[in-house]
């Protein structure tokens, strides 16, 4: 018997893996592209097994405001700098996350930096899906758990981005060279992470966890193309919450004079 569908929304890099482990486990995927509605689609799809969401960080809330009632309890939710705010302002509470822990850049093929880890109803799904092609996902059992891993994830990309428009290098060169900077970014971030969920969080295992991340992928330039609008926004979201945010500040006003 044919798996039901998957729909996948936006066919990115990201999404690309995720489509083709789908496909070795046997579900269809039928991709949601730019120009198409997911209205349109649901009326056409109306019950998928999954509904991926693997467009940018900047497009996330569009596409979470127009997601058709058939679909609010079957999706997937993908994205960089994501926190339950995110889909839980558009009221959607049964969503399944993965914090993803592996790249895919044009041309080549993923690479794993250490599992990956997911909360919700598809967990299991995404589990056999990129198992069957060699991508560890380790299955969480609470959402307490998964605010844990969103919070270090946005961790090690934000204090990897904003150290590297000051010092450049990979991660391994950062925390070898620039401990102490690293630190101090992380604490800003993490300053920015507990005004963002209203919750504290036990600072030196995030901190030990974004190492091991570090360690899983050395060479990872620090300094993607998306680290000013990181930083701006970060800068953004301390200043609504009345955070000091010192060395954010630093960095900003460092980069500002170098233009």
Known sequence: MMKAPVILVGVGEIGSVL???????????YPIIRGMTLSSAAESLPEPEAVIIAVGEGDIQDVLSSVPVQWRDKLVLIQNELLPRDWQQHELENVTVISVWFEKKPGQDFKVIIPSPAHGTHATLLSDALGSIGIPVNVLSSSAELLDELVCKNLYILTTNIAGLQVGGNVGQLWAQHEALAREIASDVLDIQ??????????????????????????????????PGRLARAINIADEADINATTLRKIQAVCADSQ
Do not use: W, Y
């Open 19 to 29: 489509a083709r482990g789908m496909l070795k486990i046997g579900h269809p995927v």
């Open 194 to 227: 507990c005004a963002l969920t209203d919750k504290t969080f036990d600072r030196e295992p995030l901190i030990q966890k974004m190492c091991e991340a570090f360690n899983g992928d050395t060479n990872h330039n620090c300094m993607g193309r998306s680290a």
